[in-house]
T-cell receptor, first 119, second 116 residues
Framework: AQTVTQSQPEMSVQEAETVTLSCTYD???????LFWYKQPPSRQMILVIR??????QNATENRFSVNFQKAAKSFSLKISDSQLGDAAMYFC????????????????FGQGTILTVHP | NAGVTQTPKFQVLKTGQSMTLQCAQD?????MSWYRQDPGMGLRLIHYSVGAGITDQGEVPNGYNVSRSTTEDFPLRLLSAAPSQTSVYFC???????????????FGEGSRLTVL
């Protein structure tokens, strides 16, 4: 069974600074997807960024980028120029891909990291 | 386009009562699933469905029942509520691998359930 581990229960960052959230996973699959989801106090789950395992290039979305190390099974999220609105719980998630290279849509989540942004 | 709609948003039950959490999506997604969120444990998959008439168990299925009679609806039934089922429940949907399976889940707003 796949597992996802977020070893940082809480992190904090000053506004405008950079913070990195860690995630490791365990799988025997070679083709899969990795995600970072954000959950603000509203409880809504929001997709931040997605990485396909077959792509060597790290995904980026504006101020959010990942460091995907496939051999080490590591998938960290870097938030640059942190803003007060980035304060939330962040979840790392894994999904296996089927033989066609697309996802089953069943995700395994990490425990979550609470990010606090100080003004 | 409402996305994924869950009802109710909040519910308090007594031990032994039954209830149904409703979930509907209007994106024509084939995949639908239910997760529960507990502190320190992330989200865990309860049941999922890959299409109308097809359901399967996830990681924590005990005490829950699902059915999928239409593409749009995927209700979650608690047969006899227990305090251990106090949690926040999320319904989610996604495209199937046959269409545009990027793996992204689209979530409802969550339902907070308390069992006394």
């Amino acid at each position: 069974a796949q597992t996802v581990t977020q070893s940082q229960p809480e992190m904090s960052v000053q506004e405008a600074e950079t913070v990195t959230l860690s995630c490791t996973y365990d799988t025997s699959e070679s083709d899969y997807y990795l995600f970072w989801y954000k959950q603000p106090p509203s409880r809504q789950m929001i997709l931040v960024i997605r990485q396909e395992a077959y792509k060597q290039q790290n995904a980026t979305e504006n101020r959010f980028s990942v460091n995907f190390q496939k051999a080490a099974k590591s998938f960290s999220l870097k938030i640059s120029d942190s803003q007060l609105g980035d304060a939330a719980m962040y979840f790392c998630a894994y999904s296996a891909a089927n033989a066609g290279g697309t996802s089953y849509g069943k995700l395994t989540f990490g425990q979550g990291t609470i990010l606090t942004v100080h003004p | 386009n409402a996305g994924v709609t869950q009802t109710p948003k909040f519910q308090v039950l007594k031990t032994g009562q039954s209830m149904t959490l409703q979930c509907a999506q209007d994106m024509n997604h084939e995949y639908m699933s239910w997760y529960r969120q507990d502190p320190g444990m992330g989200l865990r998959l309860i049941h999922y469905s890959v299409g109308a008439g097809i359901t399967d168990q996830g990681e924590v299925p005990n005490g829950y029942n699902v059915s999928r009679s239409t593409t749009e609806d995927f209700p979650l039934r608690l047969l006899s509520a227990a305090p251990s089922q106090t949690s926040v429940y999320f319904c989610a949907s996604s495209y199937s691998p046959r269409t545009l399976g990027t793996g992204e889940l689209f979530f409802g707003e969550g339902s907070r359930l308390t069992v006394l």
